[in-house]
């Protein structure tokens, strides 16, 4: 009787594999299946709508609210190579780019990603650079994102019924996602990330994303199009 139930237990085992196995590639085709919704452009709005401050004192790494960031192992506070009328251009090691944030803003990296945000640390990005090696290109990396997405979309849509998701077709190849009330568990959120060339290195993808809570996302779309169009290489 035992070796009986053993071999019982083993075929259970192997159909509850093979169900689980089943349901993931059901869902997988499923998410490919689904045709989202798509948009072919990004707004460009103005530094001053952003800006908090008309100076770059926020960015002073010497602020004990940036000394604090190293202090507490978070990250590098970010410094400002460059300081215009509302906006100044940052460092961000991670990505190896100069990168646009409004006055007012402060932010730090960690080697990994730079995190910049708005003083009320609600909005904010990140910016961080990868490697297109693994998949396999550009093209490669935009399909296994979207695929990503899309499967994504199925289950959040399940559990926030009010979630909206559009892929991202941009100019140059550029690409991405905006996603309104993202489910969360301290509140709903919104999102958008987009993909670009690296500047000075056709091997990197650039990862762009900003979040803000749901009733800021519209305004704040036109950050990330000035993010998009202004960042740039270090001096030399």
Same mark, same amino acid.
């Given at each position: 009787?035992?070796?009986? =139930?053993?071999?019982?237990?083993?075929?259970?085992?192997?159909?509850?594999?093979?169900?689980?196995?089943?349901?993931?590639?059901?869902?997988?085709?499923?998410?490919?299946?689904?045709?989202?919704?798509?948009?072919?452009?990004?707004?460009?709005?103005?530094?001053?709508?952003?800006?908090?401050?008309?100076?770059?004192?926020?960015?002073?790494?010497?602020?004990?609210?940036?000394?604090?960031?190293?202090?507490?192992?978070?990250?590098?506070?970010?410094?400002?190579?460059?300081?215009?009328?509302?906006?100044?251009?940052?460092?961000?090691?991670?990505?190896?780019?100069?990168?646009?944030?409004?006055?007012?803003?402060?932010?730090?990296?960690?080697?990994?990603?730079?995190?910049?945000?708005?003083?009320?640390?609600?909005?904010?990005?990140?910016?961080?650079?990868?490697?297109?090696?693994?998949?396999?290109?550009?093209? =490669?990396?935009?399909?296994?994102?979207?695929?990503?997405?899309?499967?994504?979309?199925?289950?959040?849509?399940?559990?926030?019924?009010?979630?909206?998701?559009?892929?991202?077709?941009?100019?140059?190849?550029?690409?991405?996602?905006?996603?309104?009330?993202?489910?969360?568990?301290?509140?709903?959120?919104? =999102?958008?990330?987009?993909?670009?060339?690296?500047?000075?290195?056709?091997?990197?993808?650039?990862?762009?994303?900003?979040?803000?809570?749901?009733?800021?996302?519209?305004?704040?779309?036109?950050?990330?199009?000035?993010?998009?169009?202004?960042?740039?290489?270090?001096?030399?």
């Amino acid at each position: 009787m035992r070796g009986e =139930s053993r071999i019982y237990d083993s075929m259970l085992r192997r159909i509850e594999t093979a169900l689980w196995i089943a349901a993931a590639f059901a869902l997988a085709a499923a998410a490919d299946a689904q045709e989202l919704a798509s948009q072919d452009k990004l707004p460009i709005g103005a530094y001053a709508t952003y800006a908090a401050s008309n100076d770059a004192v926020s960015l002073d790494p010497e602020r004990p609210e940036n000394k604090q960031l190293l202090e507490k192992g978070v990250g590098f506070p970010v410094r400002a190579f460059q300081v215009f009328e509302r906006h100044a251009l940052v460092g961000s090691p991670a990505a190896r780019l100069l990168v646009p944030v409004p006055l007012g803003w402060r932010g730090f990296d960690d080697g990994r990603r730079t995190r910049l945000f708005h003083p009320n640390g609600e909005i904010g990005f990140v910016v961080s650079a990868s490697s297109l090696e693994q998949a396999g290109g550009w093209d =490669s990396a935009r399909e296994q994102f979207w695929h990503e997405v899309r499967v994504q979309a199925l289950a959040r849509k399940r559990q926030a019924p009010r979630y909206e998701v559009a892929l991202l077709r941009l100019p140059n190849g550029q690409f991405g996602v905006r996603e309104t009330n993202i489910p969360d568990p301290n509140g709903a959120y919104s =999102s958008v990330i987009v993909f670009v060339r690296h500047p000075g290195d056709p091997a990197l993808a650039v990862r762009i994303n900003l979040f803000t809570p749901v009733p800021d996302f519209e305004s704040y779309l036109g950050l990330v199009g000035l993010v998009v169009r202004d960042i740039r290489l270090p001096l030399r």
